[in-house]
């Protein structure tokens, strides 16, 4: 399977940067999800890519082959990147059987007849549709369909699998049902996919490598659950994760011990990084999962670190968020269990662990993670 490589790449709309100076490597074999809001310039890298899209400059490589250069005066045509494209509508032919929605590219192709028969029973069986082989796309279910489109974009044995939002017309339980076997697809085919969503959950759940991107310039590229635990800045800190991180705005002074000091409108702490750094800002913001508040049920003051109220309680079974007020200050915390907790009940909560993230305020960037103790 060949590497991907984007130099340089930028897409202009007028006077507007849809993607700004894009450096991509995406190894062979990965999964690699573009993630981000609407109109961040996901789809549109992966249309560059695909050769849907004409780079304003830049550079794309395909395996040992250029198909696009600005500079040299080369762009070579989406059907001659072997690439598959799957698309958000599926876009199956009505009057086609599956198993003719299947062999009309092999066909296309001028593939025999006994090869095309293999190829498209050995994808009937991959994707688990040969009932269904002789049905119509009318015939099928939503997640059927997406199935059908997926073993079509897969027969000619693509290099890369390029996959925009093809999850968002099936139901919730659908989504996950599918997200199961785009993951073992991956496994199974060992091909290169690109994938763009502005779900983090599907990011997360699927993919090798996210890159992250907000107004056309990526803000970080890295695992999955790196971006969770370690992001590059306050935009990668807010977008992914569900409940959202706590964020508390703070004032920042070094101690001779290497901690620093933090001073909340709320509380007071100690923060202990977890590596040597240089503050160079007094005005911080505090990064706090929630899943790293931990509360006492309780009250005991002066024990738990900080007094707190329950704001709000939203038990859902196997887990509960917690919305908890600490003077004027509203932090959310996820406990992994289901509790009913009194609305205004008085309770302790503690921070837990030593992945609390500081941020600069003024640049946004991540400075440093750590413990942090309250004083």
């Not at 807010?238 to 004032?251: H, S």
């Amino acid at each position: 399977m060949p590497e991907i490589i984007l130099e340089n790449i930028t897409k202009m709309f007028g006077k507007t940067a849809a993607v700004d100076h894009l450096d991509l490597l995406i190894h062979s074999g990965d999964f690699i999800t573009l993630l981000g809001p609407s109109g961040c310039g996901k789809t549109t890298t992966l249309r560059m890519i695909a050769g849907l899209e004409t780079p304003t400059e830049g550079k794309i490589t395909i395996g040992d082959r250029v198909v696009f250069s600005s500079e040299d005066g080369i762009n070579i045509p989406p059907n001659k990147r072997d690439v598959g494209f799957l698309f958000q509508n599926y876009a199956l032919w009505p009057h086609m059987t599956v198993y003719q929605n299947i062999a009309f590219g092999l066909e296309n192709l001028k593939w025999s007849k006994p090869d095309i028969e293999s190829r498209v029973a050995e994808l009937l069986a991959l994707l688990k549709i040969e009932p269904f082989s002789k049905r119509y796309p009318s015939e099928l279910s939503g997640g059927q369909q997406q199935r059908v489109a997926i073993a079509r974009t897969l027969a000619p044995n693509p290099k890369v699998l390029f996959l925009d939002e093809p999850l968002s017309n099936l139901d919730a339980k659908l989504r996950l049902e599918m997200r199961t076997e785009l993951k073992r697809l991956h496994l199974s085919t060992k091909a290169t996919f690109v994938y763009v969503t502005h779900d983090q959950l599907e990011a997360m759940t699927l993919s090798t490598k996210v890159c992250l991107m907000k107004n056309g310039i990526m803000q970080q590229y890295a695992p999955p659950l790196e971006v969770y635990s370690q992001p590059a800045n306050l935009f990668a800190a807010d977008f992914v994760g569900n409940p959202a991180m706590n964020f508390i705005d703070a004032k920042a002074a070094c101690r001779p011990d290497g901690s620093v000091g933090l001073k909340a409108d709320s509380f007071s702490g100690v923060f202990m990084p977890d590596e040597k750094f240089k503050l160079d800002c007094s005005d911080v913001v505090i990064g706090i999962r929630p899943e790293f508040i931990g509360i006492h049920d309780e009250f005991q003051p002066g024990l738990q670190g900080l007094d707190a109220t329950v704001y709000s309680n939203m038990p859902s079974g196997m887990e509960t968020t917690v919305k908890l007020k600490v003077g004027e200050t509203i932090l959310t915390s996820v406990i992994f269990r289901g509790v009913d907790y009194p609305v205004d009940k008085k309770v302790g909560i503690s921070f837990l662990g030593d992945d609390i993230l500081l941020f600069d305020k003024e640049s946004g960037l991540k400075l440093v993670s750590g413990s942090l103790k309250t004083e």
